[in-house]
């Protein structure tokens, strides 16, 4: 009986009706509890507080300074993962993200030396580490460098 499996569309979303009375479910304290602040109407704390004690974001002293804002995240890719490409392939940020590779889109990419490569790939638009790098090469592949993605080595290299 394929006709009679009624069901709502997927994703619907259902409205719960609070306070319409106790055969609804949701009646009488409209699933707030009894009593207490946040039981009332507009109740509730802010983000932080702690009842009136002097909150913890507050108790700590703030010292020093945090580089967090300014962390650089990369995605990382290994280089037995390259073996997915051809020989002669070039290795972008955009070729990796075709390949399930770096699938964050705006989030810089680095290369790392884990595994074993078998493939010649011409790798660009990426960082990739020195050990990586000497891996790449000596496969007889290539490492296109980007002048903003030089390390200090590299450039003292030249």
């Known amino acids: 009986m394929e006709g009679f499996n009624i069901r709502a569309p997927k994703g619907q979303r259902k409205n719960k009706r609070l306070g ?32 009136g004690q002097m909150p913890l974001f507050r108790r700590i002293a703030r010292r020093g300074f945090s580089n967090y804002p300014f962390k650089k995240e990369f995605q990382v890719v290994n280089v037995s993962d390259l073996n997915r490409f051809a020989d002669g392939d070039v290795v972008n940020p955009g070729s990796l993200a075709a390949h399930g590779l770096a699938r964050k889109k705006g989030v810089a990419v680095k290369i790392l030396s884990s595994g074993e490569l078998t ?20 496969v007889g592949g290539e490492v296109r460098d980007i002048p903003d993605n030089q390390s200090a080595r590299a450039r003292e290299a030249k």
Do not use: W, Y
């Open 20 to 51: 319409r009375g106790v055969g609804s479910g949701h009646g009488k304290t409209a699933g707030k509890g009894n009593k207490g602040q946040k039981a009332r109407a507009g109740g509730g704390v802010r983000l932080g507080f702690e009842g």
């Open 119 to 138: 493939k010649k790939v011409v790798v660009e638009g990426a960082r990739v580490s020195a050990s990586a790098r000497q891996k790449i090469v000596a």
